[in-house]
T-cell receptor
Framework: KNEVEQSPQNLTAQEGEFITINCSYS?????LHWLQQHPGGGIVSLFM???GKKKHGRLIATINIQEKHSSLHITASHPRDSAVYIC?????????FGTGTSLTVIP | DTGVSQNPRHKITKRGQNVTFRCDPI?????LYWYRQTLGQGPEFLTY????????KSRLLSDRFSAERPKGSFSTLEIQRTEQGDSAMYLC?????????????FGPGTRLLVL
């Protein structure tokens, strides 16, 4: 069993749709990260959360520590949001990654 | 300094050969991380340094793998006697200070193909 599970694995949306990607984890964490990976491999850190909610532009990330669950929301999705979104957790000395959610936004 | 850099970007080698990758973190970043990512999978943690000290190593890091950060700046990851299963993207990331919960900044990765 993976320490971090993401759903869905693949997601196709029409431009403008509201998108939710979910992440569940089974270990105690000090922080949770949402990462974006574009074709070609470059990874960008979107959010780091240890509690509550963060917002940056059209992106919103929430975390529920008690339920060991986090969500990444994209409002008014755009084709340039097409990428793989990866959830990662930090247990203090170890990092565990989900397998990613591949998002395609169709114009 | 525009970000984390990694060299080479691509490496093709024959099975059994040794390879070495280099990572240059953002200037004055204390923490440096190495990850491995195979096609279609999320990254896997390999090891990390705080300054020159290697503080944690994953069980994925077999004795064929060794990483160094001799002066607390750049780091090297060496794979000895490469195997086809070592083919992957090797990613490096750095973070500014001493807290494990800080945002990490990723390099572009080195893609290794072992024939």
């Amino acid at each position: 069993k993976n320490e971090v599970e993401q759903s869905p694995q693949n997601l196709t949306a029409q431009e403008g749709e509201f998108i939710t990607i979910n992440c569940s984890y089974s270990v105690g964490i000090s922080a949770l990260h949402w990462l974006q990976q574009h074709p070609g491999g470059g990874i960008v850190s979107l959010f780091m959360l240890s509690s509550g909610k963060k917002k940056h532009g059209r992106l919103i990330a929430t975390i529920n520590i008690q339920e060991k669950h986090s969500s990444l929301h994209i409002t008014a999705s755009h084709p340039r949001d097409s990428a793989v979104y990866i959830c990662a957790v930090n247990t203090g000395n170890q990092f565990y990654f989900g397998t990613g959610t591949s998002l395609t936004v169709i114009p | 300094d525009t970000g984390v850099s990694q060299n080479p970007r691509h490496k093709i080698t024959k099975r059994g050969q040794n390879v070495t990758f280099r990572c240059d973190p953002i200037s004055e970043h204390n923490r440096l991380y190495w990850y491995r990512q195979t096609l279609g999978q999320g990254p896997e943690f390999l090891t990390y340094f705080q300054n020159e000290a290697q503080l944690e190593k994953s069980r994925l890091l077999s004795d064929r793998f060794s990483a160094e950060r001799p002066k607390g700046s750049f780091s090297t990851l060496e794979i000895q006697r490469t195997e086809q299963g070592d083919s992957a993207m090797y990613l490096c990331a750095s973070s500014p200070g001493l807290a494990a919960t800080e945002t990490q900044y990723f390099g572009p990765g080195t893609r290794l193909l072992v024939l």
